[in-house]
């Protein structure tokens, strides 16, 4: 894959907060590290062959959805990749407390892990549940779904592999619905609108729950790549 230039990305979907970490997201982050995370790099990672299929989280919080997940499905392998530290060091610990030999995170920017450590064709659905909306007009080029993301979402998924996306912020989720339904190398598994069910593998998170008890609505979003389309750079293998 060509090398990118990451000095030239200066809009991210992300704020770097510097929230407080307790003694006990620091000592899973000092002691747990080592087996459950994998360090940022410029090239491709290898991945454990054990496993039937791999996944990815992209923004997992504090875990809780990826882990319920990986728990329900334990013969897939689970990335999970996050910015901020706090979050990480609490699903370190839930990993080290159920002992789950399926997950694995990332503690970097999810463009440049799908840009530079995933191979092509190599995962078999990716997650991305309740990203940051940047609401305000201004804010909407910090937006993670875009041009750049959709292009390496099909780089890295297999044909008909699937990126399932949740929001509760109607105007996000239209957003994203009508850049899928303009890209003709992702298929629809949704409504004429995009919009489908939640697949019972996505746990409601408590702030999910606080929404829809407040009248909040959520919409989930599921494309396919396409079995068929332009070959990509670099596989082996017709897309």
């Known amino acids: 894959m060509p090398a990118n230039n990451h000095g030239n990305r200066s809009i991210r979907s992300f704020v770097r907060r510097s929230g407080r970490i307790t003694p006990s997201q620091r000592h899973a982050l000092d002691n747990y590290w080592p087996t459950y995370g994998i360090d940022y790099a410029e090239t491709v990672v290898a991945l454990p062959a054990r496993f039937d299929s791999v996944k990815l989280e992209i923004g ?34 839930h990993i080290e407390q159920q002992q789950l030999q399926n997950v694995r995170l990332i503690k970097h920017d999810a463009v440049e892990v799908l840009q530079d450590m995933l191979a092509t064709e190599s995962l078999d659905r990716v997650f991305l549940f309740f990203p940051d909306p940047w609401h305000k007009k201004r804010h909407h080029k910090r937006r993670i779904v875009n041009q750049v993301f959709r292009d390496l979402l099909y780089k890295v998924l297999k044909p008909g592999a699937v990126i399932h996306i949740a929001t509760d912020w109607q105007d996000y989720a239209e957003w994203i619905a009508e850049q899928f339904l303009a890209d003709a ?55």
């Not at 919009?195 to 408590?206: D, G, I, K, V």
């Open 60 to 93: 997992i919080g504090n875990g809780d959805a990826l882990i319920s997940m990986a728990t329900a499905d334990p013969h897939s392998l689970y990335l999970g990749v996050e910015v901020h530290e706090p979050g990480i060091g609490r699903c370190l610990n």
């Open 185 to 239: 190398r992702f298929t629809n598994q949704g409504n004429l609108e995009g919009f489908a069910e939640s697949p019972s593998y996505r746990p409601l998170t408590r702030f999910e729950q606080r929404g829809r008890r407040l009248g909040h609505g959520v919409w989930d979003l599921l494309f396919s790549r396409a079995l068929t389309g332009p070959k990509i750079p670099g596989s082996s293998s017709p897309a």
